[in-house]
Every structure is written in C-alpha cells, then in structure tokens.
C-alpha cells in the first residue's frame, strides 16, 4: 500500500471508468436507442431527464443546456443583467461563476468566505450591496451548501434575484431544501468529474417560474420560436439526447453514488483521528444544517507545508488536487478590478493550504489507507528534519 518494499503507490485522484465500466453495457443500449431514433437533439430522453432533475431538486421547471457554463450564462441573461451592472459571488470558485458575468460586460463583486465551509460569506454579501448590485450566486463549493437562508433574506431585503451555482452539488440540501431550490434559478453541471457525470459537457437550469424556465429554454435555443423567427438574442446551447440518455442511466445510482461519497468522508474522519493526523492538518467541516455530497474532500495544510505535502503524495503515486490555487480576485484577466492582495483574506489563506484528496464513489478502503499513511510518512519526515 505505501512504499515500504520499494513499490509505489497508486491511487488516482478520480477513476471515472471504475465506476462507468459497471453500467458500461446498459450506458451503450441507450446510446444505441438514440443512434437507432436518429434524434440527436431534443429527443424524448432529454425531456426525461429535465423530468428526473425537477424532482430531485424540488423544482417545478428543469431546463437541458450545453454545459453548466452556459447554465450560469443563460441564467444571467434571462435576468436581462447589462453591462456595468456588479453581480456578487465567491472569488473562492471555478473561473466559470465570474467569466460568464464578464462575458455580459458586467462587473464581478468579488467577496471573502467562510473559512470553515469555503462557502461565500453572507456577512461580506450583505456588506458589498451598492445601488449597482443586480444578482447574487452563492456558490455550494465542493458539495455543500451555501448559507442559504441567510444569502436569500440578503436578497429579499434588497430585491435581488439570486442564482446558485451548484455544479458541484446535486443532491446537496440545507435545511431540508435541496440545492436549485432556494435561488431564482439553480445551475447545475454534468461534466466528468462532477457527481452526476456526463460523457462528454452537459448543464441544466432549474427553477419555480414557469415563465423564466421558458425564457431560459429560449435563450438556450437562439431566442428562436417558431422556428427562424426570433423574439431575443440567445445563444446555442442544447444537450444532445445521447448526453441525456447516459445521464439517464446513470441518474439512478446518483443515491448510491452520494452514499459512498459520504462513507468515504466518514472514513478518512475516522483515519485521520485514529492516526493523529487530525492535529497536523484540518480536516474538512461539515456543516450541521447540510447534507454534503462530497464532490471533493479538502484538508487545510497550514504552516506552509501543502506544496511540499502534496509532491510527497504525487510521488507516491497518490492523487492529489489544488482547487483553487488563484483566487478569481488574483487572476491577471481581473486585474483592472482594482482588487489588492489580502483584501479577501479568508480567500486567500485557503488557496495557499487546501489539498484535495480522491472521494469518488469506487473508493476502495486500501486506498484510502494508502492516501493516509502517505501523509503519515510525510509529517514523520517533517518532524524528523525539525527535529534534526
């Protein structure tokens, strides 16, 4: 497991054909229906899974997109938001949460987190409200929920619409409320990697509002009804049917998947604790109010130790990952936003001590054992050449 004998380690970051090769000959049935239909777009296995979604996230409207970017994009221009309008959201987040608002020339509001879930903080949204603030996306980082209870009063107070980026949450809740579900329109991704994995890009926009979710399906179809006649300026962004129908399949197990996510959190808890490694790093918290699905499990390295931690396990042979190793308020392409070093300190801090460690579902318990006594052996070395 370790490399007492000489032999490395390997456990990868993510094995996504572990756990596709279990469902390998059913995902290849329906990829064959669709061929056999020959409707690669807007078949009937793309209302199926808008369908499902809608139950899943409590919502009365689900609507298919190209990819979660687009679902963030679409959502903000169903908003009508413009340019030079400012939009809140995280600077602890994938680019894509502040790209698409860029992209409508409006200005990202960049905001501290809390440093316990990586989550935006609701204290520094509530503080960053000016006469020009248009939206709010709460981003549930790594599988949990945002305070959203607090972010949506915010909101309320000042008539914000607020869209949740929850690409890394389906299946989330806080308290009781699924992720997509408190804001105006929840974005959801089925990239890869995410828990609901895809082949290939995917998104859906999920919301209350009958007639939102119809402008949404608008916009994602070239503001085009009846066909060549345009009523807006949307975009193309449709999923195509045999993304729907592997996601079909695969939507079935997305309970069994969230199960051995959270196991698996509760395992490296229980390793970490029972080893001692629990005073060298921080473990992950986990939020009474939600229901994690652990898209990614984080420890904090502090004392200036993660790079070196994380070469350690990657010459192991043990995958490891940086999300997100330059804050969006650092990124050369937001420079002229004026933002200045350690003016979101909480940001920042995370950024220099976050490790992420495999969490997927075909986790086996050797592995993680491995991953542990990986940072066993780093932290017996550190104490040695301090020592020395």
């Known amino acids: 497991m370790s490399k007492e004998n000489g032999t490395k380690s390997s456990v990868p970051l993510l094995d996504v054909n572990r756990g596709n090769s279990l469902l390998r000959e059913e995902i290849l049935a329906s990829i064959a229906e669709v061929v056999d239909s020959g409707r690669f777009l807007h078949g009937p296995q793309v209302g199926e899974l808008e369908c499902t979604v809608a139950g899943l996230c409590q919502t009365s409207q689900a609507i298919a997109c190209a990819s979660g970017s687009d679902a963030l994009l ?3 221009m169903a908003l009508d938001i413009q340019a030079g309008d400012e939009v809140i959201l995280p600077s602890f987040t994938f680019f894509a949460t502040a790209s698409a ?6 200005n990202p509001v960049f905001v501290d987190i ?3 879930t990586y989550n935006i903080c609701p204290d520094a949204v509530a503080a960053s409200v000016t006469s020009r603030t248009r939206a709010i996306i709460p981003v549930h980082l790594f599988g949990q929920c945002a305070a959203m209870d607090e972010i949506t009063a915010i909101a309320k107070k000042h ?15 806080y308290l009781g409320r699924p992720a997509g579900a408190w804001g105006d329109i929840g974005c959801l991704s089925f990239y890869p990697t995410k828990n609901l994995g895809g082949m290939g890009d995917g998104g859906m926009m999920v919301c209350h ?7 949404l399906r608008l916009l ?6 009846p066909r060549y006649y345009h009523k807006l300026v949307g975009i193309n962004s449709r ?3 045999i993304q729907a129908a592997i996601l079909n399949v695969k939507i079935a197990h997305l309970q069994s998947y969230t199960d051995a996510r959270q196991k698996n959190a509760d395992r490296y808890a229980d390793m970490f604790e029972a080893s001692g490694l629990s005073q060298c790093i921080e ?7 939600a229901l994690h699905v652990w898209n990614q499990y984080g420890i904090r390295v502090p004392g200036g130790l993660r790079d070196s931690l994380r070469k350690h396990l990657s010459d192991m042979g043990i995958g490891n990952e940086v999300y997100y190793p330059v804050p969006l308020h650092q990124q050369e392409c937001f420079r002229d936003l004026g933002y200045t070093d350690g003016c979101l300190p909480q940001t920042e801090r995370a950024a220099k001590e976050i490790l992420h460690l495999p969490i997927y579902p075909d986790l086996t318990e050797r592995e993680q054992a491995s991953v542990v006594q990986g940072i066993e052996r780093f932290y017996a070395t550190a104490s040695l050449r301090r020592a020395a």
């Open 239 to 241: 999923l195509d049917t």
């Open 209 to 215: 509002d009958k007639e939102m979710a119809a402008k």
């Open 159 to 173: 008539d914000l619409p607020v869209i949740e980026d929850a690409a890394q949450a389906i299946g989330a809740e």
């Open 74 to 76: 679409l959502a903000l």
């Open 220 to 225: 994602a179809s070239h503001g085009m009804q």
């Open 101 to 106: 608002i860029a992209r409508l020339g409006a």
């Open 283 to 289: 473990l992950p918290y986990h939020a009474p109010e």
């Open 114 to 116: 809390d440093p316990k």
